[in-house]
């Protein structure tokens, strides 16, 4: 496993710090600034064409790339700007719900997601404590069933195939968010029978902001009919018709003009997490997540994320005093992590960091909470 150190000069950042932040927005790989560099010769160089040289396809072909990474097939996965933008877009197939109005939500999904489904009058969000309380509240009046795959504040894996057969058995329609798994957590939407799966790309797929996606199941795609569309939604948008005729497949889940820089730069993170392999990368987490559980066991900090492997996401909880004070702590010691409200400080390693940046974050760690170093402060709030 100590062959995926040689990755590390491909990401710039890892050469001045410990970058443990990879659940929030992960090191930047090089090659996305060629990238970048690559859709400004175009647009200085090849202006208008462009768009028939690639740039008008990108929320489908970039979203093949994603395909390949989470199990999708080609054609079924599309780009849009973030998870909330993908899941209204979902939400607009189910406009006049009636009596399935109902979208069984664990509390621990993010909150964004949450936002959107509250603010929808005709929908009434139902709240559930886990995974397992999902599958009991699911009944007959139930329209979706948003899921993280893996939770954001405490990296749990959740159990979806339970959910999956319960919600179809009732019904309902799943949108899994695969945000915090895509990238670092392996699985396939398509042997999920997931109806919907959302993500983006700044966290384990390494391809910044703005790049967030859309699969549908293909059978679904035939037939809903969103009504948050535009005209790459359309089935000719160069014909400039008046009347709506929708694209066939994931196309309809498509708005207007695509946010093509955005894309540009992610492909470079897709392009390392498809070389290494998600596997690969699965097996590097598992031991570096179970390092640094050792660590802090061994330090006496309290772990506050699951120990078991099967519910194991890529991050490390860590509770401690002050986790405000101690995340500055650690930030003033070039230890790059973040922390959560009621959670801890979240300590996210990827297939690049090294055991020893590990061992150095949690012997700082040990010191910072040990000496009381993390000085009071007033009004400190959770940052990225
Ligand atoms: C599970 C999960 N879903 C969604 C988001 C973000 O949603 P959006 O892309 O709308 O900003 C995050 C984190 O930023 C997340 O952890």
């Not at 462009?50 to 599309?78: F, H, K, M």
């Not at 405490?154 to 949108?175: C, L, T």
């Not at 799966?197 to 679904?220: E, I, M, T």
Request: glycine content about 8%; charged content about 25%; proline content about 7%.
């Amino acid at each position: 496993m100590t062959d995926l150190l040689a990755y590390r000069d491909r990401f710039p950042i890892l050469g001045d710090c410990t970058y443990l932040i990879n659940h929030s927005l992960a090191a930047m790989p090089a090659a996305a600034e060629e990238r970048l560099l690559e859709y400004a010769r175009m647009w200085r160089e090849r202006g208008i064409r462009s768009w028939g040289e690639g740039w008008w396809d990108l929320p489908v072909t970039v979203g093949d790339q994603i395909g390949r990474i989470i199990g999708a097939p080609p054609g079924s996965t599309v780009t849009h700007q973030n998870v909330t933008v993908a899941e209204m877009v979902v939400l607009s197939c189910f406009r006049q719900p009636a009596d399935r109005n109902r979208v069984v939500y664990e509390e621990a999904n993010f909150p964004s997601v949450r936002y959107l489904y509250q603010a929808q009058p005709e929908l009434e969000v139902v709240p559930v404590e886990n995974d397992v309380a999902i599958v009991e509240a699911i009944d007959e009046r139930t329209l979706l069933v948003p899921i993280s795959h893996v939770l954001f504040k405490n990296a749990e894996i959740q159990d979806v195939e339970p959910i999956v057969r319960r919600a179809h058995e009732a019904g309902a329609h799943v949108v899994l968010d695969c945000y915090q798994s895509a990238g670092v957590v392996p699985f396939d939407v398509t042997a999920l029978d997931v109806d919907f799966a959302v993500g983006g790309s700044v966290k384990w797929l390494c391809g910044g902001p703005g790049a967030g996606w859309l699969y549908v199941r293909p059978d679904l795609a035939q037939r809903l009919e969103p009504t948050f569309v535009g005209w790459q939604g359309h089935a000719r948008p160069f014909a400039f018709e008046p009347e709506l005729e929708y694209a066939a497949g994931a196309r309809r889940f498509l708005t207007g003009t695509p946010n093509v820089p955005a894309l540009y730069a992610a492909t470079a993170g897709y392009d390392v997490i498809e070389e290494v392999g998600v596997e690969r990368i699965r097996m590097r987490s598992l031991e570096l997540t179970q390092l640094l559980i050792d660590l802090l066991d061994a330090a006496g900090l309290e772990v506050g994320s699951p120990r078991e492997p099967a519910r194991r996401g890529g991050t490390v909880l860590v509770r401690t005093p002050d986790d405000a004070g101690v995340h500055r702590a650690l930030g003033e010691r070039g230890i790059i992590c973040d922390f959560r409200p009621d959670a801890g400080v979240r300590l996210g390693p990827h297939f690049y960091n090294s055991e020893d940046e590990l061992r150095g974050t949690v012997a700082a760690l040990s010191e910072i909470v040990a000496s009381g170093s993390y000085a009071p402060h007033a009004g400190a709030v959770a940052r990225f």
